[in-house]
Nanobody, 127 residues
Framework: QVQLVESGGGLVQAGGSLRLSCAASGEIFDTYAMGWFRQAPGKERELAASISRNGRSTYYADSVKGRFTISRDNAKNTVYLQMNSLKPEDTAVHYC????????????????????WGQGTQVTVSS
C-alpha cells in the first residue's frame, strides 16, 4: 500500500505558474504508475496527466497539453506537475493517484485504473 500527500497548490493569477508535488510513502515507488487528476466544483474528476513507472511515457489531456508537464523522481518518491500559462478554468482540487504497474510503459488514463489517492490540493486561478 502507498500513501500519497500532495502539496504546492495555491492562488495564482491567470498566466502564472505553479508546481504541484506528490510525495509517496509505503511501498516501492517505482512499481507505481502515477497520475494527476482534477475536480472543479460541480464537475466530475478528470485526468490531467499520467506517467509510467519508469517516467519515459506520459499522457496529457487536451485541455492541458503544451502547458502542463508531469515528471517523477523515483529516488525521491515524488511525482510533480508543472503547470504554466494557468487559466481560470484550471481552478480545481488537484489529486495525485497511483496504481501498481507490471509494465514499465503503462500509462493509466481512466479514473477506475487507479487504486490509491491523495487528499488533494486546491489550485485557484484568478482572472
Amino acid at each position: 500500500q502507498v500513501q500519497l500527500v500532495e502539496s504546492g497548490g495555491g492562488l495564482v493569477q491567470a498566466g502564472g505558474s505553479l508546481r504541484l508535488s506528490c510525495a509517496a510513502s509505503g511501498e516501492i515507488f517505482d512499481t507505481y504508475a502515477m497520475g494527476w487528476f482534477r475536480q472543479a466544483p460541480g464537475k466530475e474528476r478528470e485526468l490531467a496527466a499520467s506517467i509510467s513507472r519508469n517516467g519515459r511515457s506520459t499522457y496529457y489531456a487536451d485541455s492541458v497539453k503544451g502547458r502542463f508537464t508531469i515528471s517523477r523522481d523515483n529516488a525521491k518518491n515524488t511525482v510533480y506537475l508543472q503547470m504554466n500559462s494557468l487559466k481560470p478554468e484550471d481552478t480545481a482540487v488537484h489529486y495525485c493517484a497511483a496504481v501498481i504497474s507490471a509494465s514499465s510503459s503503462y500509462i493509466p488514463r481512466r479514473l477506475d485504473d487507479y487504486t490509491y489517492w491523495g487528499q488533494g490540493t486546491q489550485v485557484t486561478v484568478s482572472s
